[in-house]
């Protein structure tokens, strides 16, 4: 059987609870919950034959991801290209008005606009190639934590199966995303937001 590769949003932080646009700086504590939510991960993934780690620099996604390889016994590597979307000008932002327009222009790349950008921050063009060779470099078998927006936005376009998954809008803390490679650069998505461990 073709080997697997697992994308996981990390669990549930502070900055989520408040609201709050951390798409820049690394900081960002899992709650308990969060922790709870990354602990039933790793049991639900003991058995998957996990043979590699890799995370975002976020601590939101480092602790998420030190939690599940401690059950897996696994050393963890981090790759700056999955972090979050840089939302430049929103960072640290909590207002409805800053939420409003970052909602709009995560719509724009929702749609595939690449050229479109945050203020002072990233287009989706080059989110897009950043994360896409992080996962082209994943080999089998490899647990990627990573963030919801830039999982949402850009993990579509690679699978061969993306137009059933434009209409998944929102990804769970801790749930997971299951794919199998197709050729060299696309995938085909065998689960999205799974969330048995929950």
């Given at each position: 059987?073709?080997?697997l590769i697992?994308?996981m949003?990390?669990?549930q932080?502070?900055?989520?609870?408040e609201?709050?646009?951390t798409c820049?700086?690394f900081e960002?504590d899992?709650?308990?919950?969060?922790?709870?939510?990354?602990a039933r991960?790793?049991?639900?993934?003991?058995?998957?034959?996990?043979?590699?780690?890799g995370h975002?620099?976020?601590h939101?996604?480092?602790?998420?991801?030190?939690i599940?390889?401690?059950k897996?016994?696994?050393?963890?590597?981090?790759?700056?290209g999955?972090?979050?979307?840089?939302?430049g000008?929103?960072?640290?932002?909590?207002?409805?008005?800053?939420?409003e327009?970052?909602?709009a222009?995560?719509r724009?790349?929702?749609s595939?606009?690449?050229?479109?950008?945050?203020?002072?921050?990233?287009t989706f063009?080059?989110?897009y190639?950043?994360?896409?060779?992080?996962l082209h470099?994943?080999g089998?078998?490899t647990?990627?934590?990573?963030?919801g927006g830039?999982?949402?936005t850009v993990?579509p376009y690679?699978c061969v199966?993306?137009?059933?998954l434009?209409?998944?809008?929102?990804?769970?803390?801790t749930g997971?995303?299951?794919?199998?490679r197709?050729?060299?650069?696309?995938?085909i998505?065998r689960s999205?937001?799974l969330?048995?461990?929950?």
């Amino acid at each position: 059987m073709t080997g697997l590769i697992y994308l996981m949003r990390h669990g549930q932080s502070v900055v989520n609870v408040e609201r709050r646009l951390t798409c820049r700086k690394f900081e960002g504590d899992l709650t308990e919950l969060g922790r709870e939510q990354a602990a039933r991960a790793a049991v639900w993934l003991a058995d998957k034959g996990i043979t590699r780690i890799g995370h975002s620099p976020f601590h939101r996604a480092v602790q998420t991801a030190q939690i599940v390889a401690r059950k897996l016994n696994q050393t963890l590597e981090m790759e700056d290209g999955l972090r979050e979307m840089d939302c430049g000008g929103f960072e640290g932002r909590t207002d409805d008005a800053a939420w409003e327009e970052f909602i709009a222009i995560y719509r724009r790349w929702k749609s595939a606009e690449w050229d479109a950008a945050f203020p002072d921050g990233e287009t989706f063009r080059h989110a897009y190639e950043r994360f896409s060779r992080c996962l082209h470099a994943a080999g089998d078998n490899t647990l990627l934590v990573t963030h919801g927006g830039i999982t949402l936005t850009v993990v579509p376009y690679l699978c061969v199966n993306a137009a059933a998954l434009q209409r998944t809008d929102y990804l769970d803390n801790t749930g997971l995303v299951v794919l199998e490679r197709y050729d060299a650069e696309r995938y085909i998505c065998r689960s999205w937001n799974l969330v048995e461990h929950l």
